[in-house]
């Protein structure tokens, strides 16, 4: 997260006027601003509500079965192997010890058959939201409008011309929607500052 802020922090321009010779890009700003976001939520979830060993543990391992699993598939859609006997062995051992944690079998049977396979992952931003003291709303809406530029949304470039952007220039559709994604920023940043006092 450090990082990434200080990435964005050398890539937003500084002079917001027609004359600038920085170079705005909303497209990138947008793609970093939501990968903070999204990495600001895993990091509440994996390190700040982790107060007890036994959840740590269960949060820990199921993230492990699902990373295990999205690795093997990036591997296998490159070199096209059948599963590893060390990877199958690694998941099963995993799964095995998902079952001795008790929190685990308060899941109902499908998630817990979809943890213990990497399926799915344990993390969900929508119930991490409802547990922060953030605008749930605010928050989607704006990682909504995020997320169409990483993903090339119409949002993304339809309308390009219009707002006069696409160029790297100055322009003012670009200079409003910065500044929305910084002030979104800085609200999680301020979080983030916040959480991580707490833990130490």
């Given amino acids: 997260m450090t990082l990434n802020a200080m990435t964005l922090d050398k890539i937003v321009p500084r002079v917001a006027s027609a004359g600038s010779e920085?170079?705005?890009d909303i497209s990138s700003i947008a793609a970093l601003v939501r990968v903070f976001a999204e990495s600001y939520l895993l990091?509440?979830?994996?390190?700040v509500e982790t107060e007890t060993t036994e959840l740590w543990d269960f949060r820990i391992t199921a993230l492990t079965i699902a990373d295990n699993r999205a690795r093997y598939r990036?591997?296998?859609?490159?070199?096209?192997?059948?599963?590893?006997?060390?990877f199958t062995n690694a998941q099963e051992n995993l799964a095995k010890h998902l079952?001795?944690?008790?929190?685990?079998?308060?899941?109902?049977?499908?998630?817990?058959?979809?943890l213990r396979k990497g399926a799915k992952s344990p993390f969900v931003q929508d119930d991490v939201l409802d547990r922060l003291n953030l605008d749930r709303g605010m928050f989607r809406r704006f990682y909504r409008y995020l997320s169409s530029f990483v993903h090339t949304g119409t949002v993304s470039f339809f309308r390009v011309e219009e707002h006069g952007r696409g160029n790297g220039e100055f322009n003012e559709y670009e200079a409003t929607m910065v500044l929305g994604c910084l002030?979104?920023?800085?609200?999680?940043?301020?979080?983030?500052?916040?959480?991580?006092?707490?833990l130490h």
């Fill in 74 to 86: 990036l591997t296998q859609e490159v070199e096209g192997e059948p599963e590893p006997s060390e």
């Fill in 99 to 114: 079952d001795t944690i008790g929190l685990f079998h308060g899941l109902s049977p499908q998630r817990q058959k979809d």
């Fill in 183 to 198: 002030h979104f920023m800085i609200e999680l940043l301020q979080c983030v500052v916040r959480e991580m006092r707490r």
């Fill in 43 to 47: 990091f509440h979830w994996l390190c």
């Fill in 22 to 24: 920085d170079l705005w």
